[in-house]
């Protein structure tokens, strides 16, 4: 962080603002450039400021505070904002990620906890030049039928909706595949197509060849109408795509599928976490510890490989902990079963968020999400997840 970085506090809380001041000038940080007790006065002035952090309490007016957050974002992509509020339920703290905010800070505010942020804002800040930032996540197991493309389309749609980041979604079951079709797309130009002139397509006529999905910065790479085409794209290809996707896109996300070939190793090789896919039965487990065998003979490290126990049901004969007894490994995140809201979203080409935000599955996707997600404040809801006893079905 830039020693004149400016900072601006919109609290309604004479108090709450007088000790985040304190708290900013014991670690050497310059005055606040300017305090609001409203919500309307600030934006005007926020629009126009230099680069900087905006500290927001929500507590009050949630809607009227949470929307000031969502129209900095839009117009300020160089201002960080810290969302504070006296409630720290996963609602509110994800409502703010949603909205834009990069960190979340309960009331009162702690002092360690508010150096923590500072220190992770610092950090933060002078990362984004040098740092590369994509992450790709792969969606993977040899069983067909367990929600492969559920989980890469609706975590695809949510890291969009929750970062504003460019997110990739990439259908790599290249004969037959379905991604379009739960998003109820038609690409105009899919993967044959994209394989074919990754060499001369610039970042904007590739953002152009890709179909963006609705108004969200989700963009969709297809699998090839003509399966003969399928047939033809080479794993030199994939590679040289997904190298191509890594400089613009935040996030890769692929449904790599059931097929183990040169194209998909070469995906799960240059996948930075690969999210293995079981349900839980004993098939679906003996498949899991094949796939760990195999993961182990391309090499991975066991931190690559993440347990996703999707259509899970408390207190089943089989649990978590003797699937991770037998594969040796944690699970990373049980999906809740939830068979009336998946059908209703694929049969209308939609995410789950879109037929009920509040259902268990939606808000489930919104948290993995925002747990796969690099957000600082991922870390803070994710220690309230990790508090509740169970997952609410
Ligand atoms: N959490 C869930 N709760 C209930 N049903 C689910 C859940 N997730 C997925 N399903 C259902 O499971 C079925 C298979 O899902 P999906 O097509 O995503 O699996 P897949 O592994 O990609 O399949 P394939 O191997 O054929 O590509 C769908 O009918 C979907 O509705
Ligand atoms: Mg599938």
Redo the contacts with the bound molecule.
Sequence with gaps: MGENLKYVIVDRDENSRDILKNYLSEIGQPAPEAEFFDTEFAAEYIFNMPQGVVFIDISDYPEKSLNLIKSIKERRKDIVLVALSNRASTDVIIKAMRAGAKEFVTKPVIKTEFFDVIEALKADLQNTDTKESCKIISTF?NK????????AVNLAVELAQLTKEKVALIDL?LQLG?VATFLDMTPPFAMDYIADNIHSLDESELLNTMSKYKNTSLYVIADPLNIDKSKEITAEQIKNILSALKKTFSYIVI?I??NIDSKTITALDMSDLILL?AIVNLPAIRSMQRCMELFEKLGYEKDKIKLVL??YIENEDIKATDIEEVVKQKVYWK?????LT??SA?NKGVPVNEINPEAN?AQNYMEFASKLSDYLITQKLNKNYSTRESINL
């Design positions: 197991s067909g039928g367990i929600g492969k493309t559920s989980i079951n379905d449904d599928g059931t896919i999707n259509r999906i809740p079963n939830n068979y998946m059908m694929i599955i």
